[in-house]
């Protein structure tokens, strides 16, 4: 499943009744499944334990930001293609939790790492800060990355239009 995550192109947050069938979803998901609970909580510990590391990224931001553009983007050039594989990761790597149960150990050792990682690459280059939020709403979902995204596209958001 292909999924455009520019920046206003798509809201991956659940409202309402969407919401609330998500829950419960992922409830009976982790008694079912093999070392997702496990995933879930390590990949927050990772996620929430790198946050200085988002805070310090976001001081520095800025100036890197400024030097970027006096360098025509050349420094930025590479910790994007970073960003892009790490990302990349992530959501390949959600993929793989579904479709090949034997990997999971592995992809446990490894994809909170990435996780992290990128996360605290997305607050250092500059970004759309829709985009941004997006991709790092998606990474702190791992290992059910994909599954939010596919839960979107079959059954909607529940957000009401106004």
């Known amino acids: 499943m292909e999924t ?7 809201d991956i947050a659940l409202y309402g009744d969407s919401l609330r ?21 390590l990949n927050k510990v990772l996620v929430y334990g790198s946050m200085p590391l988002w805070a310090l990224a ?5 100036p890197f930001m400024s030097l970027d553009l006096l360098t025509s983007r050349l420094l930025s050039a590479p910790l994007r293609a970073v960003l892009f594989l790490l990302f990349g990761s992530v959501r390949h790597s959600s993929k793989l939790w579904t479709e090949a149960p034997a990997a999971r150990p592995l992809l446990l050792l490894f994809t909170p790492i990435i996780v992290a990682l990128a ?7 500059p970004h759309e800060s829709d985009a941004r939020d997006t991709k790092h709403i998606l ?8 599954r939010r995204l596919e839960w979107i596209a079959t059954r909607g958001n529940g957000k009401v239009a106004q």
């Open 4 to 10: 455009t995550l520019g920046s206003n192109e798509m």
């Open 21 to 41: 069938e998500w829950r419960e979803w992922v409830s009976s998901l982790k008694k079912q499944e093999w070392l997702l609970p496990l995933a879930i909580l």
């Open 58 to 62: 976001t001081l520095i931001g800025p």
């Open 119 to 125: 996360i605290i690459l997305m607050y250092l280059i």
């Open 139 to 146: 990474c702190e979902l791992w290992p059910l990355t994909e």
